[in-house]
């Protein structure tokens, strides 16, 4: 079954510590996306990444970073300079052949801080 | 500036009727929309979309209705089904090269009763 893959569902983060989210896909897609949703509000792209070893940030990219070294992988890091990472995190993916496609989402990842 | 709005948190549906919501965007350079349902703890599923050179697109007991003078967009669910209550996202690209670059409204809950 092709989809995207995230992982853990939950974690939970202590003050001043890391964490990385994982996001591996099998569909083949050029280009992944981190996304964070609030209560109440929509998702906010955090960095993106339209083919291996290049990724651009989005309109909230500051206490995150990502990488892409390979196709399938685009994990994130919550590092302890996001001062309010609890969110909801969403890996999407999309195929890059033409403008316009649809992005596919992950299940998700929910962070909260200890 | 939230450019997507949602202005509706939440809209409430007897089984069988219509359910309109509704979405407001203010950035000219928006030229295709899509929305998505999400339900709790899960990522969004793509639902439909428009392309702004169309005013409506069909797909089944989903229509989207475009009106770009009023930049304003909406999506009937006709009949209503209580498994479609869940989170429903409109979301809008510059298209060109903004591959799943997508901004979000806030989201509108529906819930439809039986």
């Known amino acids: 079954d092709g989809g995207i893959t995230q992982s853990p569902k939950y974690l939970f983060r202590k003050e001043g510590q890391n964490v990385t989210l994982s996001c591996e896909q099998n569909?083949?897609?050029?280009?992944m996306y981190w996304y964070r949703q609030d209560p109440g509000q929509g998702l906010r792209l955090i960095y993106y990444s339209q083919i291996v070893n290049d990724f651009q940030k989005g309109d909230i990219a500051e206490g995150y970073s990502v990488s892409r070294e390979k196709k399938e992988s685009f994990p994130l890091t919550v590092t302890s300079a996001q001062k309010n990472p609890t969110a909801f995190y969403l890996c999407a993916s999309t195929p890059r052949t033409k403008a316009n496609e649809k992005l596919f989402f992950g299940s998700g990842t929910q962070l909260s801080v200890l | 500036d939230q450019q997507v709005k949602q202005n509706s948190p939440s809209l409430s549906v007897q089984e069988g009727r219509i359910s309109i919501l509704n979405c407001d965007y203010t950035?000219?350079?928006?030229?295709?929309f899509l929305w998505y349902k999400k339900y709790p703890a899960e990522g969004p599923t793509f639902l439909i979309s428009?392309?702004?050179?169309?005013d409506k697109n069909e797909d089944g007991r989903f229509t989207v209705f475009l009106n770009k003078s009023a930049k304003h967009l909406s999506l009937h669910i006709v009949p209503s089904q209580p498994g479609d209550s869940a989170v429903y996202f409109c979301a809008a690209g510059a298209g060109g090269t903004s591959y799943g670059k997508l901004t979000f409204g806030q989201g509108t809950i529906l819930t439809v009763h039986p």
């Open positions: 428009i392309s702004s050179i169309k």
């Open positions: 569909l083949n897609h050029d280009a």
């Open positions: 950035n000219s350079m928006f030229d295709y």
